[in-house]
T-cell receptor, first 109, second 108 residues
């Protein structure tokens, strides 16, 4: 089993829809969790860290479920500009951040 | 623009040649990471520097790969005797938050 797994998608949703992605991790000792956004042929950009209590940034909400070992990202009122690949990253100590393969989102007009 | 620069942006080389990439991180950041990313995959950790010290290396970093960060400023990643399997995007990150634009390597 891979250390960090994501559904590759693509998720095709209409503008204005709410969409959610999950990311599962296998190492129960994982300590830090992040969501990145990556546009085609560009570098990943940090979207948000994921805190134990869950956190929200505008239309984006991230949650952590330690018992089931997954993190989630919810995007409300999706925009065309949200179309991208969403990568989760998990840190289990040290400086090795393990990334999932990413979930591709297409927001359609 | 994250403030992290990488050079060159693209490199095409023949199998067996050596290549060197450079990363200039954000000036006050003492942590620097190298990652490799292939199509359809997330970035894979290669190595980590704190200032000039290389503190972590992935098993992916074979003996053909070497990285340096003299004086704790810019960093270089060298691949010797390149193989077709080395074709990938090589990403540098300043701290864990800011990625550079990457160097796309194609080995023919």
């Amino acid at each position: 089993r891979k250390e960090v797994e994501q559904d590759p998608g693509p998720f095709n949703v209409p503008e204005g829809a709410t969409v959610a992605f999950n990311c599962t991790y296998s190492n129960s000792a994982s300590q830090s969790f992040f969501w990145y956004r990556q546009d085609c042929r560009k570098e990943p950009k940090l979207l948000m860290s994921v805190y134990s209590s869950g956190n929200e940034d505008g239309r984006f909400t991230a949650q952590l479920n330690r018992a089931s070992q997954y993190i989630s990202l919810l995007i409300r009122d999706s925009k065309l500009s949200d179309s991208a690949t969403y990568l989760c990253a998990v840190n289990s100590g040290g400086q090795n951040f393990v990334f999932g393969p990413g979930t591709r989102l297409s927001v359609l007009p | 623009d994250t403030g992290v620069s990488q050079d060159p942006r693209h490199k095409i080389t023949k199998r067996g040649q050596n290549v060197t990439f450079r990363c200039d991180p954000i000036s006050e950041h003492n942590r620097l990471y190298w990652y490799r990313q292939t199509l359809g995959q997330g970035p894979e950790f290669l190595t980590y520097f704190q200032n000039e010290a290389q503190l972590e290396k992935s098993r992916l970093l074979s003996d053909r790969f070497s990285a340096e960060r003299p004086k704790g400023s810019f960093s270089t990643l060298e691949i010797q005797r390149t193989e077709q399997g080395d074709s990938a995007m090589y990403l540098c990150a300043s701290s864990w938050q800011f990625f550079g634009p990457g160097t796309r390597l194609t080995v023919l």
